[in-house]
């Protein structure tokens, strides 16, 4: 079988220290580009970084918070300097709060406004110019199928994810001239800490595979090989797309 490779790309993920953005990250070092781990957690971004060196991959953890405008060109200087100049951008930092409207803040709601949806606008805002600059690069926005269909207590959530998915597509068409695509990945529900609360739950998590029709949660590392072929060359005629991966969720 022919292995996909990455070798020569300097991929930025952000939310790289767990969950999906963990895999995604090792799955790109396994394909041969050399990853840049952005988030807040240093110690877990350490760990991550140790293991792809220790199989021989190039890793820089970078703690930067994906809303501060700073901190966006910072990463950028960080990761020319460390690994080169970036040509592959995963937005896939995210946060959820699963609240009544009553109940979610105005902070709450700006909370998630910021990370969700200003976060992958300062990324992408600060590494479009040096792909431009190349002449090629991939973007991947982390959606969600709550861009496509929702569920009570997400209004948060979904607003942000829908919100992605244009930005998603507007950004693919004003960057199709450069040869930079971009295009999201819709996950349904996979076991990361982020849906803890659900899985712990053994109403909820009763309900959740009841209404998957592949009846389980998605595996990691089923994200990390879709993120590896959408960076690749072989993926060069896909962009303003979302790809859905969510055991049959949306088909119903
Ligand atoms: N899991 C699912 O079923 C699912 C389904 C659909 C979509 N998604 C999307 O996929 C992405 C990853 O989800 P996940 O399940 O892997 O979540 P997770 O386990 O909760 O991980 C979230 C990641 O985002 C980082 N992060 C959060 N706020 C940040 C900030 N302000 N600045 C920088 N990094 C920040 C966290 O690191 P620090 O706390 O160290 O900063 C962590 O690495 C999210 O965008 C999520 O919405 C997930």
Known sequence: MNKISLSGH??????????????????????????????????LLDEVAAGIREKGGAAEPIVADVT??????????????????CDILINNAGINNRKSIEDFTLEEWNEILAVNLTGPFLMSRAF????????????????SIMSHVSLPNRTGYSTTKAGLLGFTRSLA????????TVNGISPGPFATE????LIQDPEKNRQFLERLPLGRWGKVEEIGRLAVYLCSEDAGFITGADIVIDGGWTAQ
């Open 173 to 180: 068409l004003e960057l199709a001239a450069h040869d930079i």
């Open 128 to 143: 479009v110019p040096g792909m431009k600059e190349k002449g090629w690069g991939r973007i991947v926005n982390m959606t």
């Open 68 to 85: 501060d405008e700073p901190a966006a060109a910072e990463v950028v200087q960080t990761v020319t300097e460390s690994l080169g100049g």
């Open 10 to 43: 300097v991929a930025v993920i952000t939310g790289a220290s767990r969950g999906l953005g963990r895999q995604m990250a090792e799955a790109l070092a396994a394909s041969g580009a050399a990853v840049a781990l952005v988030a807040r957690n240093k110690a």
């Open 194 to 197: 982020m849906n803890k609360p």
